[in-house]
T-cell receptor, first 115, second 115 residues
């Protein structure tokens, strides 16, 4: 079954404690990205990757890091989380710019609370 | 600049009523894709439809229908004979061809269908 898996689903952490949210896809997609969802703002892209070792900033990258060492995995790293990063996070993958199919497949979401 | 506007923040209807969710987009690209996603209370994002900019045919899928009008830059979504299970947040999104899989989301419309 084609899917994007992100973990954990729920996370409560304290300010400053480094955390990683994992994301894995089994569709051999080139393009992966992270979004955060906040009330009244919809979803906004944090970082994206067009292929292995190729990553770039989205619209709201401050306070986040990513890496793409393997095609299937795209973890989101918060080196020093702050309360304003409390949000619902989604990982997504799609075929990428060379693909005719731009449908994005989303993970189940990670609800992060930073206290 | 790309932008998606969903002017209706919340809509409340009674079961069996028809309801239309509005979506207006801005793009300078001639090749782009438009999407609708549903987010039920459980939080996941459910893909509903993708439309490319060269296909202005309206689409119907069961009780759902979509009206794409390039002349007004709109991609509206109608639910006929709404049901309680339709209660969710609905997002309209835009993807420009040259940006691969990046999605620009509207703010979302929360639909509440009351029995």
């Amino acid at each position: 079954e084609a899917q994007v898996t992100q973990n954990p689903r729920y996370l409560i952490t304290v300010t400053g404690k480094k955390l990683t949210v994992t994301c894995s896809q089994n569709m051999n997609h080139e393009y992966m990205s992270w979004y955060r969802q906040d009330p009244g703002l919809g979803l906004r892209q944090i970082y994206y990757s067009m292929n292995v070792e190729v990553t770039d900033k989205g619209d709201v990258p401050e306070g986040y890091k990513v890496s793409r060492k393997e095609k299937r995995n795209f973890p989101l790293i918060l080196e020093s989380p702050s309360p304003n990063q409390t949000s619902l996070y989604f990982c997504a993958s799609s075929g990428g710019p060379t693909s005719s199919n731009t449908e994005a497949f989303f993970g189940q979401g990670t609800r992060l609370t930073v206290v | 600049a790309q932008k998606v506007t969903q002017a209706q923040t919340e809509i409340s209807v009674v079961e069996k009523e028809d309801v239309t969710l509005d979506c207006v987009y801005e793009t300078r690209d001639t090749t782009y894709y438009l999407f609708w996603y549903k987010q039920p209370p459980s939080g996941e994002l459910v893909f509903l439809i993708r439309r490319n900019s060269f296909d202005e045919q309206n689409e119907i899928s069961g009780r759902y229908s979509w009206n794409f009008q390039k002349s007004t830059s709109s991609f509206n979504f109608t639910i006929t004979a709404s049901q309680v299970v339709d209660s969710a947040v609905y997002f309209c999104a835009l993807s420009e061809a040259w940006q691969g899989g990046k999605l620009i989301f509207g703010q979302g419309t929360e639909l509440s269908v009351k029995p």
